[in-house]
């Protein structure tokens, strides 16, 4: 009887995310991992392989489960802001994405990502005037916003356009 009086009492919020976060932080490793193999084994596969990707996203899911407790301290806040923007831009000149990607050179641009997003979420002591600071600011500022606002719609069309380059400068790559 004192089993069952055991189980019978449900999970508190505080031990539901804990087993969310063990749960999907095992998952994402298992990508990073079947990702890293991946890379080594069959590239071009890998870079498609939405199972060589999972962790990504994934780690995002951890960031957010992260956030709903904790909050990075006022000061540190722009310093993580910049590091994030600083390797995400790096991403872009120090990698090579056809031969590295989705394994772990991808967690360059993911760590910049989630540095970006722990540095500029929403800290409940914060004033209003306090939230935008660092590198936060520059990416809330209208231009970057409105930039950003066809981030996705280039992400859409960029292989037709890079295909379309290649073909009228006539050359095998950029």
């Known amino acids: 009887a004192r089993v069952q009086e055991r189980h019978a009492r449900p999970l508190s919020p505080e031990r539901h995310a ?3 976060f063990i ?5 994402a490793l298992a990508s990073l991992v079947y990702a890293a193999v991946g890379v ?6 890998a870079y498609f392989d939405t199972g060589a990707r999972v962790w ?3 780690a995002g899911t951890l960031i957010a489960l ?3 407790r904790w909050s990075i301290p006022r000061a540190l806040a722009p310093w993580a802001g910049w590091l994030g923007l600083a390797m995400i831009v790096a991403t872009g000149v120090v990698l090579d994405a056809r ?3 989705p394994g772990p050179a991808a967690l360059l641009p993911v760590g910049g990502a989630i540095l970006l ?4 979420a929403r800290r409940p002591d914060a004033e209003s005037s306090d939230r935008w600071t660092g590198a936060s600011r520059l990416l809330a500022w209208g231009p970057m916003v409105r930039a950003g606002g066809f981030a996705y719609e280039f992400y859409l069309v960029h292989w037709v356009v890079l295909v379309f380059t290649l073909a009228a400068t006539g050359r095998a790559s950029l």
Do not use: C, D, K, S
């Not at 997003?117 to 500029?120: F, P």
């Open 56 to 58: 990504e996203y994934l």
């Open 99 to 101: 031969a590295t990607f």
């Open 117 to 120: 997003i722990v540095a500029g």
């Open 66 to 68: 992260v956030l709903a």
């Open 18 to 20: 804990r087993i969310y």
């Open 23 to 27: 749960v999907i932080a095992a998952l």
């Open 40 to 45: 080594r084994t069959n590239q071009n596969f």
